[in-house]
């Protein structure tokens, strides 16, 4: 009996000690200073860039801000690495009004946006009112063509570098740029820098 009694005791030991070191660590990133603010994120339907996605809606996220996600549909779009992400919204249902900050993804699929009226006018507004505009890879070629890159400095995936030129903007070809509320990335090799920029800019919004 004496025996059975001590096993109970040793394995209530050792189960309580593996409780113990079994704890999470928080992660560095979890104690980032918490922002209330609200982010929009533009995707493509298709083909948008996942790192370009990821690294901005993790830090976002991370930092207390909230993300809404819009694009065309509303329809489950896949990125160019396989990531899937379901749009809360479609680009007619947003009101910009509502956000802090929008942030167009590239990705090939993103030439679709290039173009669209309606995100058009999505960026006239946010960039009327000082709001932070940023756009990563070929995205920023919708920037371009709203007129917002004229004669300021601009970066973007070196393909579209004639389409940022054209529009009057001066390419730099550089990771990152920022110039006033207007943000502007490379592609995913600059996708953390580019989301530490836009973090950086709605601390001072």
């Not at 560095?28 to 493509?44: D, R, T």
């Not at 993790?58 to 930092?63: A, E, N, Q, R, V």
């Not at 070196?158 to 110039?179: A, L």
């Not at 509320?181 to 090799?189: A, Y």
Request: net charge neutral; charged share 20%; aromatic share 6%.
């Amino acid at each position: 009996m004496k025996k059975m009694c001590l096993a109970i005791i040793l394995m209530f030991i050792v189960c309580g000690g593996s409780q113990d070191s079994s704890k999470v660590i928080p992660k560095p990133e979890e104690n980032l200073p918490q922002i209330n603010k609200s982010v929009l994120m533009v995707i493509a339907p298709q083909n948008f860039r996942d790192e370009e996605y990821k690294e901005p809606f993790d830090l976002f996220t991370k930092s207390g801000i909230k993300v809404t996600t819009a694009s065309i549909d509303t329809l489950p779009a896949k990125g160019m690495l396989g990531m899937v992400i379901k749009p809360d919204l479609t680009l007619e249902q947003i009101t910009p009004d509502s956000f802090d900050a929008l942030v167009i993804v590239g990705g090939s699929g993103c030439q679709v946006l290039w173009d669209n009226k309606t995100l058009h006018g999505i960026v006239a507004s946010f960039n009327k009112t000082g709001k932070t505009v940023a756009a990563i890879c070929i995205a920023p070629v919708v920037l371009a063509r709203v007129g917002i890159l004229k004669d300021i400095k601009a970066t973007a995936f070196s393909t579209v570098k004639d389409e940022i030129v054209k529009c009057g903007g001066q390419y730099t070809g550089n990771g990152v740029e920022v110039v006033g509320n207007i943000v502007t990335g490379s592609g995913p090799q600059a996708a953390k820098d580019f989301a530490d920029a836009i973090l950086e800019r709605l601390k001072e919004q």
